[in-house]
């Protein structure tokens, strides 16, 4: 296992400290860097001394911006582990090729799971012993080789039975109080075992979307959008239901980029 110099770029310093006591608890032998905290200032870092890190642990909204924006700014040819509080923003991180997508509040299981699979990656390839700064072009075709695959169907059970359910029959996810539930396209409730968050990321994004703390919508299911008080959204889907689907404000515009088809 190489002794990893990790660069953390990150505008709040309690999070950013939470970090590196994890990444030494990892390993106490690597060599972290930062925190950046401005989509200018790892503008300016990155194009000077990328080849000083090997990996990337990059909060998703900065000081200044999202740090999205650093990638249209300067190559960034390093490995990335996305950090956030939100959950909305997967897809666009997975289209950069990072390692993984990490939610906050870091927990040392989550950031684990993530290097894990950094040196799985790195271990595949067999360069690597010869090569300890990994280059992102090394691993580019391994991660497009294990882009993620998405659930299919859903195993729910009612009273005693269990049957299957196909995610595209799914019209939406919401949570109530403490359990989770499906609604299918024949208006059937049925529970999942998952949380919601943990839903999120078992259904694919182009097709769903979690506007809220409560709901997990279906495109399909989508009737109307109309225009809510405090800057926000409701919407008016193609089933009876009888709860209120309104997008929050922090999520608005995540929300009408998903419905634009937008990736």
């Known amino acids: ?21 994890q990444l030494k608890k990892y390993n106490d032998d690597f060599i972290i860097s930062g925190p950046i905290e401005s989509v200018a200032e790892a503008v300016k870092l990155l194009e000077l001394k990328q080849n000083e890190f090997d990996l990337l642990f990059l909060d998703i909204r900065l000081i200044d911006g999202e740090s999205f924006s650093i990638f249209e700014k300067v190559k960034i040819n390093k490995p990335v ?46 360069e690597f012993s010869q090569k300890p700064s990994i280059n992102m072009e090394m691993i580019q075709n391994l991660l497009n080789a294990n882009k993620k695959q998405y659930k299919t169907r859903f195993m729910v059970r009612k009273g005693e039975k269990i049957k299957a359910i196909e995610t595209d029959d799914i019209k939406l996810f919401y949570a109530d109080d403490r359990d989770v539930y499906l609604l299918s396209t024949d208006n059937r409730r049925y529970a999942v075992n998952q949380k919601l968050e943990e839903t999120c990321n078992l259904v694919d994004p182009k097709k769903f979307f979690r506007v809220n703390r409560t709901f997990l919508v279906q495109y399909n299911a989508i009737e109307e959008v109309i225009a809510y008080s405090n800057s926000r959204l409701k919407l008016n ?9 309104i997008v929050s404000r922090e999520k608005v515009n995540d929300f009408k980029r998903w419905m634009e088809g937008e990736e």
Do not use: C, G, H, Q
């Not at 889907?237 to 689907?245: A, C, S």
């Open 81 to 126: 582990i996305f950090t956030t509080a939100y959950d909305n923003y997967a897809l666009e991180a997975f289209k950069l090729n990072s390692i993984d997508y990490i939610l906050k509040p870091y927990t040392f299981d989550s950031i684990k799971i993530a290097l894990d699979k950094f040196y799985s990656l790195s271990e595949s390839l067999s």
């Open 1 to 21: 296992m190489i002794n990893l110099r990790i660069l953390i770029i990150e505008d709040e310093k309690p999070a950013a400290d939470k970090l590196e006591r």
């Open 237 to 245: 889907v193609n089933f009876k239901f009888d709860k209120d689907i």
